[in-house]
Protein backbone atom coordinates (compact mmCIF):
# COMPACT_ATOMS: atom_id res chain seq x y z
CA UNK A 1 0.00 0.00 0.00
CA UNK A 2 1.36 3.52 -1.04
CA UNK A 3 0.18 5.97 1.12
CA UNK A 4 1.23 9.69 0.08
CA UNK A 5 0.46 12.40 2.52
CA UNK A 6 -0.75 16.16 2.43
CA UNK A 7 2.02 18.98 1.78
CA UNK A 8 4.80 18.57 3.05
CA UNK A 9 5.59 14.78 0.68
CA UNK A 10 5.68 12.20 2.62
CA UNK A 11 5.96 9.40 0.79
CA UNK A 12 5.84 6.09 2.83
CA UNK A 13 4.97 2.16 2.19
CA UNK A 14 3.32 0.14 4.70
CA UNK A 15 2.94 -3.67 5.01
CA UNK A 16 -0.73 -5.13 4.28
CA UNK A 17 -0.59 -7.38 7.77
CA UNK A 18 0.10 -4.21 9.93
CA UNK A 19 -2.62 -2.36 8.79
CA UNK A 20 -4.73 -5.61 9.70
CA UNK A 21 -2.95 -5.71 13.28
CA UNK A 22 -4.33 -3.18 15.32
CA UNK A 23 -2.32 -4.09 18.07
CA UNK A 24 0.77 -4.00 15.76
CA UNK A 25 2.21 -0.24 14.96
CA UNK A 26 2.93 -0.10 11.03
CA UNK A 27 6.51 -0.17 9.96
CA UNK A 28 7.39 2.68 7.99
CA UNK A 29 9.98 2.24 4.94
CA UNK A 30 10.51 4.62 2.01
CA UNK A 31 10.18 1.99 -1.10
CA UNK A 32 10.39 3.83 -5.03
CA UNK A 33 10.18 1.98 -8.13
CA UNK A 34 12.81 3.78 -10.26
CA UNK A 35 10.20 5.33 -12.17
CA UNK A 36 8.19 7.26 -9.36
CA UNK A 37 11.64 8.11 -7.74
CA UNK A 38 13.22 10.02 -11.45
CA UNK A 39 9.36 11.48 -11.77
CA UNK A 40 9.89 12.52 -7.79
CA UNK A 41 13.29 13.60 -8.24
CA UNK A 42 11.99 16.11 -11.14
CA UNK A 43 9.97 18.03 -8.62
CA UNK A 44 10.92 17.26 -5.22
CA UNK A 45 14.38 17.07 -2.70
CA UNK A 46 14.68 14.13 -0.37
CA UNK A 47 15.46 14.81 3.19
CA UNK A 48 16.97 11.25 3.49
CA UNK A 49 17.49 12.07 7.12
CA UNK A 50 13.52 12.26 8.01
CA UNK A 51 12.28 10.74 5.16
CA UNK A 52 10.42 14.12 3.90
CA UNK A 53 9.77 15.67 0.50
CA UNK A 54 10.14 19.53 -0.02
CA UNK A 55 9.80 21.45 -3.53
CA UNK A 56 12.74 21.56 -5.39
CA UNK A 57 12.95 25.26 -5.09
CA UNK A 58 13.01 25.28 -1.37
CA UNK A 59 16.11 23.39 -2.11
CA UNK A 60 19.43 26.23 -1.81
CA UNK A 61 17.24 28.95 -1.03
CA UNK A 62 19.27 29.73 2.17
CA UNK A 63 16.88 28.49 4.52
CA UNK A 64 16.91 25.01 6.09
CA UNK A 65 14.02 23.62 4.92
CA UNK A 66 15.22 19.93 5.93
CA UNK A 67 15.66 19.10 9.87
CA UNK A 68 19.03 18.44 9.48
CA UNK A 69 19.78 21.29 6.65
CA UNK A 70 20.64 18.52 3.80
CA UNK A 71 19.01 21.06 1.20
CA UNK A 72 21.36 23.76 2.23
CA UNK A 73 24.65 21.65 1.88
CA UNK A 74 24.96 20.93 -2.09
CA UNK A 75 24.52 24.39 -2.98
CA UNK A 76 26.60 27.02 -4.93
CA UNK A 77 29.13 28.70 -2.63
CA UNK A 78 28.88 32.69 -2.24
CA UNK A 79 32.06 33.81 -1.14
CA UNK A 80 32.63 37.33 0.47
CA UNK A 81 35.64 39.32 -1.50
CA UNK A 82 38.74 39.11 0.49
CA UNK A 83 41.77 41.15 0.68
CA UNK A 84 43.90 41.34 -2.49
CA UNK A 85 46.53 38.36 -2.32
CA UNK A 86 49.74 40.28 -1.31
CA UNK A 87 52.19 38.45 -4.07
CA UNK A 88 52.03 38.03 -7.73
CA UNK A 89 54.32 37.52 -10.44
CA UNK A 90 55.50 40.20 -13.29
CA UNK A 91 55.32 38.78 -16.60
CA UNK A 92 58.83 40.33 -17.26
CA UNK A 93 60.89 36.56 -16.30
CA UNK A 94 58.03 35.88 -13.61
CA UNK A 95 59.68 38.38 -11.20
CA UNK A 96 58.30 37.81 -7.71
CA UNK A 97 56.62 41.28 -6.36
CA UNK A 98 55.20 42.07 -2.62
CA UNK A 99 52.28 44.43 -1.71
CA UNK A 100 52.88 46.50 1.11
CA UNK A 101 49.47 46.52 2.88
CA UNK A 102 49.90 50.08 4.83
CA UNK A 103 50.97 52.08 2.01
CA UNK A 104 49.11 49.67 -1.21
CA UNK A 105 52.70 49.78 -2.94
CA UNK A 106 54.07 46.63 -4.91
CA UNK A 107 58.06 45.83 -4.32
CA UNK A 108 60.60 43.90 -6.10
CA UNK A 109 61.74 40.86 -3.46
CA UNK A 110 65.25 41.07 -3.13
CA UNK A 111 67.22 37.71 -3.33
CA UNK A 112 69.41 38.08 -0.86
CA UNK A 113 68.13 35.68 2.52
CA UNK A 114 65.86 34.41 0.15
CA UNK A 115 64.84 30.65 1.21
CA UNK A 116 62.71 28.02 -0.73
CA UNK A 117 60.41 28.63 2.87
CA UNK A 118 59.51 31.80 1.52
CA UNK A 119 59.14 30.52 -2.07
CA UNK A 120 56.67 28.20 -1.08
CA UNK A 121 54.94 30.94 0.96
CA UNK A 122 54.81 33.13 -1.93
CA UNK A 123 53.19 30.23 -4.64
CA UNK A 124 51.05 29.62 -1.28
CA UNK A 125 49.77 32.69 -1.07
CA UNK A 126 48.98 32.48 -5.19
CA UNK A 127 47.13 29.25 -4.75
CA UNK A 128 50.22 27.25 -6.34
CA UNK A 129 51.05 23.63 -4.70
CA UNK A 130 53.87 22.63 -6.50
CA UNK A 131 57.25 22.99 -5.23
CA UNK A 132 58.84 26.21 -6.72
CA UNK A 133 62.64 27.23 -8.31
CA UNK A 134 64.10 30.40 -8.09
CA UNK A 135 67.51 31.90 -8.55
CA UNK A 136 69.00 35.89 -8.64
CA UNK A 137 68.62 37.75 -11.89
CA UNK A 138 69.73 41.36 -12.61
CA UNK A 139 67.41 43.76 -14.28
CA UNK A 140 68.45 47.33 -15.32
CA UNK A 141 64.67 49.06 -14.63
CA UNK A 142 62.72 48.66 -11.66
CA UNK A 143 60.06 50.51 -12.73
CA UNK A 144 60.44 53.05 -10.01
CA UNK A 145 59.30 50.08 -7.80
CA UNK A 146 61.75 49.83 -4.40
CA UNK A 147 63.78 46.31 -3.64
CA UNK A 148 63.46 45.13 -0.54
CA UNK A 149 64.20 42.08 1.97
CA UNK A 150 61.42 39.82 2.64
CA UNK A 151 60.43 37.90 5.56
CA UNK A 152 57.53 35.10 6.62
CA UNK A 153 54.88 36.44 8.90
CA UNK A 154 51.83 33.88 9.63
CA UNK A 155 52.34 32.37 6.05
CA UNK A 156 52.59 35.72 4.57
CA UNK A 157 55.52 37.62 2.87
CA UNK A 158 56.35 41.01 4.30
CA UNK A 159 58.73 43.48 3.14
CA UNK A 160 61.76 45.30 5.13
CA UNK A 161 63.97 48.34 4.04
CA UNK A 162 66.93 47.31 1.64
CA UNK A 163 69.14 48.89 -0.51
CA UNK A 164 70.42 45.71 -2.00
CA UNK A 165 69.75 45.32 -5.91
CA UNK A 166 68.99 41.60 -6.75
CA UNK A 167 65.50 40.60 -7.58
CA UNK A 168 64.09 37.03 -7.33
CA UNK A 169 62.55 35.08 -9.42
CA UNK A 170 60.06 31.94 -9.35
CA UNK A 171 60.14 29.78 -12.47
CA UNK A 172 56.64 28.50 -13.52
CA UNK A 173 56.42 24.75 -13.97
CA UNK A 174 55.96 23.50 -17.46
CA UNK A 175 52.00 23.07 -17.67
CA UNK A 176 51.88 23.00 -21.58
CA UNK A 177 48.86 25.76 -21.16
CA UNK A 178 47.59 27.03 -24.16
CA UNK A 179 48.85 24.77 -26.89
CA UNK A 180 46.59 23.25 -29.44
CA UNK A 181 47.32 20.09 -32.10
CA UNK A 182 46.14 22.18 -34.71
CA UNK A 183 43.98 25.71 -35.39
CA UNK A 184 41.79 25.64 -38.40
CA UNK A 185 39.96 29.31 -37.40
CA UNK A 186 37.79 30.47 -39.00
CA UNK A 187 36.54 34.04 -39.26
CA UNK A 188 32.89 34.88 -39.26
CA UNK A 189 31.88 31.68 -37.22
CA UNK A 190 31.77 28.42 -38.25
CA UNK A 191 32.42 24.40 -36.93
CA UNK A 192 34.96 24.23 -35.09
CA UNK A 193 37.18 21.33 -33.65
CA UNK A 194 37.91 20.56 -30.38
CA UNK A 195 41.81 19.71 -30.97
CA UNK A 196 42.30 23.48 -31.85
CA UNK A 197 40.23 24.67 -28.31
CA UNK A 198 41.13 21.70 -26.30
CA UNK A 199 40.59 24.25 -22.97
CA UNK A 200 36.70 24.77 -23.75
CA UNK A 201 34.26 22.70 -22.22
CA UNK A 202 30.39 22.66 -21.68
CA UNK A 203 28.61 23.43 -18.24
CA UNK A 204 25.47 21.53 -18.14
CA UNK A 205 22.41 21.73 -16.44
CA UNK A 206 19.94 18.89 -16.24
CA UNK A 207 21.82 17.80 -19.65
CA UNK A 208 21.37 20.78 -21.21
CA UNK A 209 24.01 22.96 -22.39
CA UNK A 210 24.02 26.35 -20.27
CA UNK A 211 27.20 27.92 -20.36
CA UNK A 212 31.02 27.26 -21.91
CA UNK A 213 33.76 27.22 -19.61
CA UNK A 214 37.86 27.46 -19.99
CA UNK A 215 39.84 24.65 -17.88
CA UNK A 216 42.40 25.88 -15.73
CA UNK A 217 43.49 23.15 -13.97
CA UNK A 218 42.66 19.05 -14.36
CA UNK A 219 39.83 20.03 -11.49
CA UNK A 220 38.77 23.53 -12.19
CA UNK A 221 36.48 25.22 -14.42
CA UNK A 222 36.26 28.80 -14.95
CA UNK A 223 33.34 30.31 -16.07
CA UNK A 224 30.65 33.48 -15.58
CA UNK A 225 28.73 33.60 -12.43
CA UNK A 226 25.54 34.50 -14.07
CA UNK A 227 25.72 31.08 -15.25
CA UNK A 228 24.22 29.67 -11.92
CA UNK A 229 22.03 32.57 -10.61
CA UNK A 230 18.93 31.02 -10.31
CA UNK A 231 20.67 26.95 -10.39
CA UNK A 232 22.44 26.70 -7.35
CA UNK A 233 22.30 23.16 -6.88
CA UNK A 234 25.19 21.21 -7.59
CA UNK A 235 23.43 17.59 -8.29
CA UNK A 236 21.51 19.54 -11.49
CA UNK A 237 25.54 20.49 -12.90
CA UNK A 238 27.89 18.39 -14.75
CA UNK A 239 30.85 19.27 -17.21
CA UNK A 240 31.68 17.70 -20.23
CA UNK A 241 35.00 17.99 -21.78
CA UNK A 242 36.88 16.36 -25.21
CA UNK A 243 34.13 16.60 -28.12
CA UNK A 244 32.92 19.91 -29.98
CA UNK A 245 29.26 17.40 -29.74
CA UNK A 246 27.03 18.44 -26.77
CA UNK A 247 25.67 15.16 -27.01
CA UNK A 248 26.57 11.12 -26.50
CA UNK A 249 29.36 11.82 -24.11
CA UNK A 250 30.58 11.64 -20.75
CA UNK A 251 30.30 13.93 -18.53
CA UNK A 252 32.13 14.60 -15.00
CA UNK A 253 30.01 15.53 -11.67
CA UNK A 254 30.65 18.58 -9.79
CA UNK A 255 32.20 18.88 -6.26
CA UNK A 256 31.53 22.58 -5.95
CA UNK A 257 30.89 25.78 -7.31
CA UNK A 258 32.60 29.35 -5.96
CA UNK A 259 31.38 32.61 -6.59
CA UNK A 260 31.65 36.23 -5.03
CA UNK A 261 28.76 37.42 -2.74
CA UNK A 262 28.94 40.90 -5.01
CA UNK A 263 28.79 38.42 -8.70
CA UNK A 264 25.48 36.97 -7.47
CA UNK A 265 24.01 40.73 -5.80
CA UNK A 266 25.24 42.61 -9.22
CA UNK A 267 25.73 40.32 -11.86
CA UNK A 268 28.04 42.95 -13.89
CA UNK A 269 30.73 42.83 -12.03
CA UNK A 270 33.25 40.38 -11.15
CA UNK A 271 31.46 37.66 -13.33
CA UNK A 272 33.19 34.73 -12.55
CA UNK A 273 33.33 31.43 -11.19
CA UNK A 274 35.45 28.64 -10.45
CA UNK A 275 34.42 25.06 -10.86
CA UNK A 276 35.56 22.44 -8.80
CA UNK A 277 34.99 18.91 -10.65
CA UNK A 278 34.67 14.97 -8.31
CA UNK A 279 37.31 13.64 -10.54
CA UNK A 280 40.03 15.05 -12.34
CA UNK A 281 40.18 15.55 -16.15
CA UNK A 282 42.29 13.30 -18.27
CA UNK A 283 44.48 15.52 -20.14
CA UNK A 284 45.13 14.39 -23.93
CA UNK A 285 45.63 15.93 -27.24
CA UNK A 286 41.32 17.52 -26.79
CA UNK A 287 41.62 18.25 -23.03
CA UNK A 288 44.06 20.75 -22.00
CA UNK A 289 44.41 24.13 -19.46
CA UNK A 290 44.23 27.12 -21.13
CA UNK A 291 46.98 29.80 -19.85
CA UNK A 292 45.73 32.92 -17.77
CA UNK A 293 47.60 35.63 -18.55
CA UNK A 294 49.78 37.80 -15.75
CA UNK A 295 49.11 41.23 -14.16
CA UNK A 296 51.11 43.19 -16.90
CA UNK A 297 50.86 40.87 -19.83
CA UNK A 298 50.37 43.40 -22.65
CA UNK A 299 47.92 43.79 -25.33
CA UNK A 300 49.11 45.17 -28.54
CA UNK A 301 46.89 47.39 -30.98
CA UNK A 302 45.17 45.34 -33.51
CA UNK A 303 45.54 42.06 -31.71
CA UNK A 304 43.28 39.37 -32.22
CA UNK A 305 40.97 37.76 -29.79
CA UNK A 306 38.80 34.81 -30.69
CA UNK A 307 36.26 33.83 -28.44
CA UNK A 308 34.50 30.06 -28.45
CA UNK A 309 31.37 28.63 -27.49
CA UNK A 310 28.79 26.46 -28.69
CA UNK A 311 25.42 28.22 -30.94
CA UNK A 312 23.79 27.98 -34.19
CA UNK A 313 26.15 28.33 -37.36
CA UNK A 314 23.29 28.82 -39.77
CA UNK A 315 19.51 29.95 -39.85
CA UNK A 316 17.23 26.86 -38.39
CA UNK A 317 20.66 24.92 -37.45
CA UNK A 318 21.69 22.54 -34.95
CA UNK A 319 22.49 23.73 -31.52
CA UNK A 320 25.08 21.03 -31.24
CA UNK A 321 28.50 21.89 -31.93
CA UNK A 322 31.17 23.81 -31.25
CA UNK A 323 30.59 27.65 -33.24
CA UNK A 324 33.93 29.83 -33.49
CA UNK A 325 32.46 33.64 -33.87
CA UNK A 326 35.87 36.14 -34.05
CA UNK A 327 36.59 39.43 -33.37
CA UNK A 328 39.65 41.79 -33.89
CA UNK A 329 40.69 44.68 -31.29
CA UNK A 330 41.11 47.86 -32.97
CA UNK A 331 42.68 49.25 -29.95
CA UNK A 332 44.28 47.91 -27.01
CA UNK A 333 42.52 49.10 -23.25
Not at 72 to 82: A, I, K, L, S
Not at 269 to 286: E, F, G, M, Q, R
Not at 304 to 313: F, I
Request: with cysteine.
Amino acid sequence: LLLVSTWPLELLSVSPASLHNKHHRPSWTLSLSPLVKATLEHYYFLCSKTVKFIPLQQQCNGQDDCSWGEDEENCVQRVPEGPLVEVRISQDRATLQVLNKETGAWFWACHDNFHMTLAKAACKQMGYSSVPTFSAVDIADTQGLPIREVTLNSGVLRGQDSAKMLICYLLPLDAACGESVRSPRVVGGGQARIHSWPWQVSLQHKTQHLCGGSIIDPRWILTAAHCFRNNLALQNWRVKAGSEILSNFTTIPVEKIFITDSSYMFPRDNDIALVKLTSPLSISDTVKPICLPFFDEPLPPNAPLWVTGWGYTQQDGEFSRLALPHAELKTAL
